[in-house]
């Protein structure tokens, strides 16, 4: 078999277990909410991001503009995005991260919103990380840019 056809049997069976996964739990015997929460967002960001990796596949592989040295970008996506999606959990109840404008953090969001952002951070791999990049130089900034602010 060609290169292609591996990437594309392992894309589809990242999404299959990756929506398989959180099913499981919801009806496993789990009865840490941590965990099946995490669980929750963490398939949620692998599912945008193996989505956002078979949009890719599928595009150039049809316009012949596959190349090979891509295949561990189409690998490595997926595993990324549930990290991902389990770090946007985390940054957006510790308080790190804000969706809107207001600073108010509200424990009380169902898992649904964590999901969906989570999806969104999968997805959208670039421009989170981009946003990633915004709230480390915030955390992060050095002395001198501190007192210059002030």
Known sequence: MKNHIYIGIYLLVSL???????????FSSI??????????????????????????FYKNLGGNTFEVRWNWWYIFRPIISVVLGVFTYFLIVGGLMSISNTTDVTLSKGIMF?????????????????????????????KNQEQSNE
């Not at 299959?16 to 919801?26: H, W, Y």
């Not at 909410?33 to 990796?53: P, Q």
């Not at 999968?122 to 946003?131: C, H, K, L, Q």
């Open 16 to 26: 299959l277990l990756l929506c398989a996964l959180p099913v499981m739990a919801f």
């Open 114 to 142: 964590y999901c969906g952002v989570s999806f969104l951070a999968g997805f959208s791999f670039t421009r989170f990380a981009e946003r990633l990049d915004n709230i480390s130089d915030i955390l992060f900034a050095k």
């Open 31 to 56: 009865n840490i909410e941590i965990i099946r929460t995490l669980i929750f967002v963490g398939a949620s960001g692998g599912i945008g991001g193996t989505l956002y990796s078979i949009r890719g």
